[in-house]
Every structure is written in C-alpha cells, then in structure tokens.
C-alpha cells in the first residue's frame, strides 16, 4: 500500500537553510506536494513537482525528488521564524486507482521550529 | 484565488448533541470535496469523499450514519456529526479540488479547519 514517512521534528536557526524529508513508496505517484500548516490552520499549498523532474525552485523554496529511491525534499533558505510549522509531504495516487479520485497520501508532518 | 473557507471554524457541544460544519469553496466550482480529521500531533485522516450530486465515499472505519455528508452544490459541502461523543473531538479539515482541474496535477485547496470539542 502506499505510505508516506517523514521525520518528526527539524529546529535550525534563523538565517539557517532547512532541509525537510520524506520518503514515499508509491512507485506510480505522479506527482509529490508540500503543504504548510501553521497553528491552528488548514494546510497551505507550497509547491509541488512532477515525477519526471529532478528539481524545482520557487523562490526560498526548493525541492529535490530522487524518482529511483523514492525520496523527496524541500529545502527552504534564509529560514525565517515566520516559517516556523509543520510540514506535510503528501503524494497523489493515480486517478482510477482503487477507485480514488486522485486521493493525496500525506506523511505525518515535519514540526519545523527556527530559533531566533 | 481557490479560497476555501470553513465555519465554524470552532464548536462546543454536548453529549448527544449534532453538530454541522459547512466547507465552501469561494472562487471556484468544486465537484469534488474531502473531509479530513486531525488528531493532535498526526497526520490527516481522510474520512470521505465528497462529490456534487451523489453519495459520499467513505474511507474503511469511518461510520457513515455518524458522518453524514452532503454536498448538494458545487461550492458547498456540509458535514454533520450525529450525536457527538467525546471522543469525536478533533481538528476537522475539509479540501476541495477545481472543477476545471481535470487532469493532474490534483491540488486540494484547504480549508481552515474546525476545532469540535464535544464536552
């Protein structure tokens, strides 16, 4: 079945670059996201990568997808304490499969904290 | 744009009592709807799936007759917990997917969530 891993826990300092992972075990995913959640709140969409790119950049955010060991990243730099929550990587399963209607499979969420 | 919004985004309720939370999807048409439940410190449990018109599909060990869902438009979704138990208390997260986002890649937009404390 599909799973999603991530570590728990990430604390950098301010002005540190974070680098958050996650495995997943999918082989058909098409496409991996990275939603943030801050206290509280629903999940906001960061950025999210096709399966057949190596890497994606949008701004401070970067995302690195290793397609043959199944592992993804998203490297934030310049953290800031504003960017202090948890990260979910989540992957979409294939529309069709099981039934799903492009279902995400999230990983239980990286709390990152930025100590200033 | 693809603001999703929840209300109430929290609720105190009794014992026995039902509670309605209303997903709605402010600048665009979403046939598609999900209703997640978050416990403290884990991840997103998806409940069902809710789509415009037709029954929801529900997730295996998710009570249909607790969890009664409706989504009777394509801006809105509702979902009501009958006779709420303690135990029900959780960070209820609903997401919708455009209309228009017929292939992939799927981006859910969330909600902001409601906190449901059942005393």
């Known amino acids: 079945g599909e799973d999603v891993e991530q570590s728990l826990f990430l604390s950098v300092r301010e002005g540190d670059s974070s680098v958050i992972n996650c495995t997943y075990t999918d082989s058909s995913s098409t496409y991996l996201y990275w939603y943030k959640q801050e206290p509280g709140a629903g999940l906001q969409l960061l950025t999210y990568?096709?399966?057949?790119?190596d890497m994606k950049q949008d701004q401070r955010l970067t995302v690195l997808l290793n397609k043959k060991d199944k592992h993804l990243s998203l490297r934030i730099a310049d953290t800031q304490t504003g960017d202090s929550a948890i990260y979910f990587c989540?992957?979409?399963?294939?529309?069709?499969?099981?039934?799903?209607?492009?279902?995400?499979?999230f990983g239980k969420g990286t709390k990152l904290s930025v100590k200033p | 744009g693809a603001v999703v919004s929840q209300h109430p985004s929290w609720v105190i309720c009794k014992s026995g009592t039902s509670v309605k939370i209303e997903c709605r999807s402010l600048?665009?048409?979403?046939?598609?709807m999900f209703w997640y439940r978050q416990f403290p410190k884990q991840s997103l449990m998806l409940m069902a799936t809710s789509n415009e018109g037709s029954k929801a599909t529900y997730e295996q060990g998710v009570e249909k007759d607790k969890f009664l869902i409706n989504h009777a438009s394509l801006t809105l979704s509702t979902l009501t917990v009958t006779s709420a138990h303690p135990e029900d208390s959780s960070f209820y997260i609903c997401s919708a997917r455009d209309r228009l986002a017929g292939v992939l890649p799927v981006i859910q937009y969330f909600g902001p969530g409601t906190r449901l404390t059942v005393t």
């Open positions: 600048d665009f048409q979403a046939t598609t």
């Open positions: 990568i096709f399966s057949n790119m």
């Open positions: 989540a992957e979409s399963i294939r529309i069709g499969y099981g039934g799903s209607q492009g279902n995400l499979i």
